[in-house]
């Protein structure tokens, strides 16, 4: 069964450094998303990305992230500069498609990223 | 605002049917009524979706009521594997996926 995998499981930085999550979604999905889920509390919308490029962020989504599709398998999400608070498990998801039968969002497994 | 409102915990014996309740008495004609799961510290997971017919999968039956107004996703024999927390969304097939509080399931041996 096709899934959605995150690499790496885990990633431990130094406040202050720069982080990049990684992401393979379904090969023939077409939407992407991250997610974040800060421990005890709900899972979070951050960004979604279609044709190349953001379709809709969050107000969590701000100057500090960003997401790319370096090529045509990997999806990625960078924070530049960490902050403590950004510890949290973030969830990468991909669709098929919007409009169609088969609209459910896949989601990986997760990184969990502390900060320290 | 919220779209759905859900019971924050529940109980189900092992072997019985779990119901789960939710409510979305502002669902507009072209949103869907979506669950989802998370065991614990694991991605969440897909279950099923319906419009306005009652659907069954693998995994579960959606019981959507006439009005629409409100649903009942059931798992016929849960199992120690189906505690999790639970969420309703109500969506257009087109939205991104966005997540309230669920309902935690405890299933007890």
């Known amino acids: 069964e096709p899934e959605v995998t995150q690499t790496p499981s885990h990633q431990v930085t130094q406040m202050g450094q720069e982080v990049i999550l990684r992401c393979v979604p379904i090969?023939?999905?077409?939407?992407f998303y991250w997610y974040r889920q800060i421990l005890g509390q709900k899972v979070e919308f951050l960004v979604s990305f279609y044709n190349n490029e953001i379709s809709e962020k969050s107000e969590i989504f701000d100057d500090q992230f960003s997401v790319e599709r370096p090529d045509g398998s990997n999806f990625t999400l960078k924070i530049r500069s960490t902050k403590l608070e950004d510890s949290a498990m973030y969830f990468c998801?991909?669709?098929?498609?919007?409009?169609?039968?088969?609209?459910?969002?896949?989601f990986g497994q997760g990184t969990r990223l502390t900060v320290v | 605002d919220a779209k759905t409102t859900q019971p924050p915990s529940m109980d189900c014996a092992e072997g019985r049917a779990a119901n789960l309740p939710c409510n979305h008495s502002t669902i507009s004609g072209n949103e869907y009524v979506y669950w989802y799961r998370q065991i614990h510290s694991q991605g969440p997971q897909y279950i099923i979706h319906g419009l306005k017919n009652n659907e069954t999968n693998e995994m579960a039956s959606l019981i959507i009521t006439e009005d629409r107004k409100s649903s009942t996703l059931i798992l016929p024999h849960a199992t120690l594997r189906d505690t999790a927390v639970y969420y309703c969304?109500?969506?257009?097939?087109?939205?991104?996926?966005?997540f309230g509080p669920g309902t935690s399931l405890s299933v007890i041996p």
């Open positions: 969304i109500v969506k257009a097939s087109y939205d991104k996926v966005i």
């Open positions: 090969s023939n999905h077409l939407y």
């Open positions: 998801a991909s669709s098929e498609s919007v409009g169609q039968p088969n609209t459910e969002a896949f």
